[in-house]
């Protein structure tokens, strides 16, 4: 039986998950039959739980996706790579903190047996290429961040741990150490799967925040389990006569935090302030020392953050350009977008034979930034105007006109698209975007929808 029609832009392997022919967790085999130029794509939730969306337009090229006609000796129901990877690697890390006291042995077996399972195989970078490439490349990138993160771990091992977190702890405490230390660890490495399911947080950048559902909420009770956590550190190390210097240090944490952030305010050099997963392990690991079943845990979970975060993004700044930050959507405020002169002249004919039109100008660099600089897109859009290279047009998410400057000057470009009324009755959706110094196109605009009736409207982000 055929299934659903997706659109050609969508992903195999979640459309399949939808369409119940195979399973998140075993996999499985499935045939993609492409049914060309398709119109009215359905949408609504399926299997695995995923959420389609519909769209009420055409699109070059969809496809369906049907069950395999094989049996199971010919496509095996596979577990994920991670689950069947998992198993050895936790039994051997296991097995060393059961049976050693040495912190240095512990701590050195565990950092490196985890990097390296996290850099290739339960969350490893995205690289692409021919799939005979795809190995090399992740090992590439492993010791590429092995190295230099060894060498910090190193530092905090003598400084965090050595002397005090994993002290002298006696073999009879070793299944403690190794439920608390090297669980949550593992807890720590293995985020993608244990945190960020159900934490609505992956960035904490100011646009994040306000664009991720529920983002705000948990980054509050964050704060306020991590603000509980220093009180509790803090008292201990106050039993220990310990407080003092940890004041300092953190003194000049925070201020080196502040500066990042007026950075990040003032919009110097367009820089804003990003606080990555091995920045947060490595600001709090210190409060870590201290030889106590909580700091066990938070030692563990800390140390297991800083190994997913460099293992999959490597050592990111700090500080990073808004480009770095910026996603695909116009409507970050983040980007100029090209702004149509008026309303776009739109020809319309009762004869039969003839084709309909919709024709756009746009304005010269000059009104754009009168009219976004300020309210929309900050300073920092005077600055991106000296970069813009060319305009590009999408309808219906497809790229459809790209012309550059040296061509012909924004303000003189006209871009005029035509259909048949007798074959389009349905919507057709545009947004335009500048083209970079590369050639790639920068943020689009929001959309404008041209019906199927004729008629014209400008959504929000349109300008």
């Given at each position: 039986?055929?299934?659903?029609?997706y659109r050609g832009d969508s992903f195999v392997c979640q459309a399949a998950m939808h369409a119940g022919v195979i399973s998140d967790s075993k996999g499985g085999c499935g045939v993609v039959e492409l049914v060309g130029e398709y119109y009215s794509f359905f949408g609504g939730k399926g299997g695995g739980g995923i959420e389609s969306l519909g769209f009420d337009?055409?699109?070059?090229?969809?496809?369906?996706?049907?069950?395999?006609?094989?049996?199971?000796?010919?496509?095996?129901?596979?577990?994920?790579?991670?689950?069947?990877?998992?198993?050895?690697?936790?039994?051997?890390?296991?097995?060393?903190?059961?049976?050693?006291?040495?912190?240095?042995?512990?701590?050195?077996?565990?950092?490196?047996?985890?990097?390296?399972?996290?850099?290739?195989?339960?969350?490893?970078?995205?690289?692409?290429?021919?799939?005979?490439?795809?190995?090399?490349?992740?090992?590439?990138?492993?010791?590429?961040?092995?190295?230099?993160?060894?060498?910090?771990?190193?530092?905090?091992?003598?400084?965090?741990?050595?002397?005090?977190?994993?002290?002298?702890?006696?073999?009879?405490?070793?299944?403690?150490?190794?439920?608390?230390?090297?669980?949550?660890?593992?807890?720590?490495?293995?985020?993608?799967?244990?945190?960020?399911?159900?934490?609505?947080?992956?960035?904490?950048?100011?646009?994040?925040?306000?664009?991720?559902?529920?983002?705000?909420?948990?980054?509050?009770?964050?704060?306020?389990?991590?603000?509980?956590?220093?009180?509790?550190?803090?008292?201990?190390?106050?039993?220990?006569?310990?407080?003092?210097?940890?004041?300092?240090?953190?003194?000049?944490?925070?201020?080196?935090?502040?500066?990042?952030?007026?950075?990040?305010?003032?919009?110097?050099?367009?820089?804003?302030?990003?606080?990555?997963?091995?920045?947060?392990?490595?600001?709090?690991?210190?409060?870590?020392?201290?030889?106590?079943?909580?700091?066990?845990?938070?030692?563990?979970?800390?140390?297991?953050?800083?190994?997913?975060?460099?293992?999959?993004?490597?050592?990111?700044?700090?500080?990073?350009?808004?480009?770095?930050?910026?996603?695909?959507?116009?409507?970050?405020?983040?980007?100029?977008?090209?702004?149509?002169?008026?309303?776009?002249?739109?020809?319309?004919?009762?004869?039969?034979?003839?084709?309909?039109?919709?024709?756009?100008?746009?304005?010269?660099?000059?009104?754009?930034?009168?009219?976004?600089?300020?309210?929309?897109?900050?300073?920092?859009?005077?600055?991106?105007?000296?970069?813009?290279?060319?305009?590009?047009?999408?309808?219906?998410?497809?790229?459809?006109?790209?012309?550059?400057?040296?061509?012909?000057?924004?303000?003189?470009?006209?871009?005029?698209?035509?259909?048949?009324?007798?074959?389009?009755?349905?919507?057709?959706?545009?947004?335009?975007?500048?083209?970079?110094?590369?050639?790639?196109?920068?943020?689009?605009?929001?959309?404008?929808?041209?019906?199927?009736?004729?008629?014209?409207?400008?959504?929000?982000?349109?300008?």
């Amino acid at each position: 039986t055929k299934m659903g029609v997706y659109r050609g832009d969508s992903f195999v392997c979640q459309a399949a998950m939808h369409a119940g022919v195979i399973s998140d967790s075993k996999g499985g085999c499935g045939v993609v039959e492409l049914v060309g130029e398709y119109y009215s794509f359905f949408g609504g939730k399926g299997g695995g739980g995923i959420e389609s969306l519909g769209f009420d337009s055409y699109f070059p090229m969809g496809f369906t996706i049907h069950p395999a006609l094989t049996g199971p000796e010919e496509c095996p129901q596979m577990e994920m790579k991670t689950a069947r990877s998992l198993a050895p690697t936790v039994l051997l890390t296991s097995f060393v903190s059961l049976l050693t006291t040495s912190a240095t042995t512990l701590w050195f077996t565990s950092f490196l047996t985890i990097f390296t399972h996290v850099g290739l195989l339960s969350d490893p970078p995205n690289v692409s290429g021919p799939s005979d490439t795809i190995l090399p490349q992740l090992i590439s990138l492993l010791f590429e961040r092995l190295l230099p993160a060894t060498f910090t771990s190193a530092v905090l091992f003598y400084t965090c741990s050595r002397n005090t977190t994993l002290r002298a702890i006696p073999a009879s405490a070793n299944v403690e150490k190794t439920v608390l230390w090297l669980g949550a660890l593992w807890t720590g490495a293995l985020s993608n799967f244990t945190l960020e399911s159900w934490i609505p947080l992956s960035r904490l950048s100011a646009h994040d925040l306000s664009q991720q559902p529920g983002a705000v909420v948990a980054l509050i009770g964050i704060v306020a389990v991590l603000s509980l956590t220093i009180a509790y550190q803090a008292y201990s190390f106050w039993l220990e006569s310990r407080v003092l210097p940890y004041l300092s240090f953190y003194s000049l944490l925070l201020a080196g935090i502040a500066v990042g952030a007026i950075i990040s305010l003032t919009g110097l050099g367009t820089l804003e302030l990003r606080i990555h997963h091995y920045v947060l392990a490595l600001l709090l690991l210190p409060l870590t020392s201290i030889q106590t079943r909580p700091a066990l845990v938070y030692q563990g979970l800390l140390l297991g953050l800083f190994i997913n975060g460099v293992a999959r993004w490597g050592f990111d700044s700090v500080v990073q350009t808004a480009e770095a930050l910026r996603g695909d959507d116009g409507l970050l405020g983040t980007s100029l977008v090209p702004v149509v002169d008026g309303q776009p002249l739109v020809y319309l004919t009762t004869e039969a034979s003839e084709m309909w039109s919709i024709a756009f100008k746009w304005k010269g660099i000059n009104e754009t930034l009168e009219a976004l600089v300020l309210p929309k897109v900050g300073e920092r859009g005077r600055e991106e105007a000296d970069r813009l290279q060319g305009v590009s047009v999408m309808v219906n998410d497809v790229e459809r006109h790209r012309k550059f400057f040296a061509e012909e000057s924004l303000e003189d470009q006209v871009f005029r698209w035509e259909r048949d009324p007798r074959v389009v009755m349905t919507p057709e959706y545009f947004r335009f975007a500048f083209l970079g110094e590369d050639g790639r196109s920068m943020d689009y605009s929001g959309v404008g929808t041209w019906f199927g009736n004729g008629t014209w409207s400008s959504g929000p982000g349109f300008y």
